[in-house]
């Protein structure tokens, strides 16, 4: 049965618009790196409480991160056309801002297919961590502002978004 072919530009529905897992078998491997980055907004007693470690629940940040890095390893479970990745890197940062966490995630792999969907899960989920965490002594946390900032690898070659530092 022949490869359908792209639908419109949507690379995964085929003729009928149906949904397909994109077929990258004949792509280059190539080294493909993804940054993402969100914000979660909160009280400035919460951010200073997670700061010097004073939440109820433990150690906050370590758990963001450890959730974030399991996120992105398990992505292909969560996303349902993502392809499974050998993810060679993934890191997690938060910096405690006034009344705020920074997040930022890192991921990187040598494949067939970018990461930018591991780090954007990646980052989500350790801003939702950080929510489950801290929202007993605050429920008005938001997580905003979650989005791709950097990728680099692959057909498409490297983007950058226009606010992003060098």
């Keep these: 049965m022949p490869e359908p072919a792209e639908t419109d530009g949507f690379t995964h529905l085929d003729d009928e618009g149906r949904a397909r897992m994109v077929?990258?078998?004949?792509?280059?491997?190539t080294r493909r790196r993804a940054v993402a980055r969100a914000r979660i907004t909160m009280q400035a007693e919460t951010a200073e409480a997670l700061r010097f470690g004073r939440v109820p629940k433990g150690d906050v940040l370590a758990v963001a991160r450890v959730?974030?890095?399991?996120?992105?390893?398990?992505?292909?479970?969560?996303?349902?056309?993502?392809?499974?990745?050998?993810?060679?890197?993934?890191?997690?940062?938060l910096a405690v801002g006034h009344a705020w966490v920074d997040v930022e995630a890192t991921t990187e792999?040598?494949?067939r297919t970018g990461v930018e969907m591991e780090a954007l899960t990646a980052c989500s989920v350790a801003a939702l961590t950080i929510y489950?965490?801290?929202?007993?002594?605050d429920r008005s946390m938001s997580v905003e502002s979650?989005?791709?900032?950097?990728?680099?690898?692959?057909r498409s070659g490297d983007w950058r978004r226009a606010d992003h530092p060098a």
């Design 23 to 29: 077929d990258v078998g004949g792509k280059d491997v």
């Design 67 to 93: 959730a974030g890095i399991q996120a992105a390893k398990r992505t292909s479970e969560l996303i349902p056309l993502c392809h499974p990745l050998m993810l060679s890197s993934v890191v997690v940062d």
């Design 109 to 111: 792999t040598v494949d």
């Design 132 to 137: 489950d965490m801290c929202k007993a002594v």
């Design 146 to 154: 979650l989005g791709l900032h950097e990728k680099s690898g692959g």
